[in-house]
């Protein structure tokens, strides 16, 4: 559906209708190297997909999000859709995670595979509209959840894990088993002025 436009999706029934959870196992995240894999600190500067940053909205209106792939390439691949300057590209860094969680909610069926449904994954990935994925985080906020498990959109075989970090429950935990960080940039213009 086009920007701007209301979603005639009921997202609360939609979202009310998803499966809730335990989940536990490895993610990976791409992400600046500023920030240990286990912090999302960095979302509430930029408004994202399923947070709200404060460049858009008031300290009040605001929630960050770990953003993590279950494969380590899905991990790389939406950093690079959200990459706007290729020199930010040098600063990445991936972190290996074990996360345990208490209630995902599974959101994989609120997308239309086939372009049949409301929404499609067209819909939810909207690289400039974010207002239908934000009602989506705070239903399952509503709902208790404490991460979405949801189709990335790379359109790589593949889903991420969107973990709210400040709704954690006691139980659940994110452990950074360990982190590399990749030369994925080459500065073409320097190398050729120093030729």
């Known amino acids: 559906m086009p920007s701007g436009e209301s979603h005639a999706w009921d997202v609360a029934s939609a979202v009310g209708g998803c499966s809730i959870g335990q989940w536990s196992g490895e993610a990976w995240r791409c992400h600046s190297r500023t920030w240990p894999g286990d912090n999302a ?17 008031p300290e ?31 600063w990445k860094r991936v972190s290996h995670l074990q996360i ?19 929404p ?7 690289p400039m509209d974010y207002d239908l994925t934000h009602e989506i985080a705070k239903e399952a906020s509503a709902r208790g959840a404490e ?4 189709p990335t959109c790379t359109r790589f075989s593949g889903n991420n894990l969107i973990v709210f970090p400040d709704l954690l429950k006691p139980d659940s935990s994110i452990l950074v088993f360990g982190t590399e960080d990749p030369d994925l940039y080459i500065d073409w213009d320097a190398l050729r002025s120093t030729t």
């Open 120 to 126: 499609t994954l067209d819909d939810l990935c909207d």
């Open 41 to 57: 600190d960095g979302s509430l500067k930029a408004t994202g997909r399923f947070h709200r940053g404060r460049d858009r909205y």
């Open 147 to 150: 991460a979405l498990y949801i």
């Open 60 to 90: 009040n209106e605001a929630w960050p999000a770990l953003y993590t792939g279950l494969v380590e390439h899905i991990a790389l691949g939406e950093v690079l859709r959200h990459t706007r300057h290729l020199p930010d590209l040098a």
């Open 100 to 118: 345990d969680l208490q209630a995902v909610l599974d959101g994989t069926m609120l997308v239309s595979r086939d372009g049949s449904g409301d």
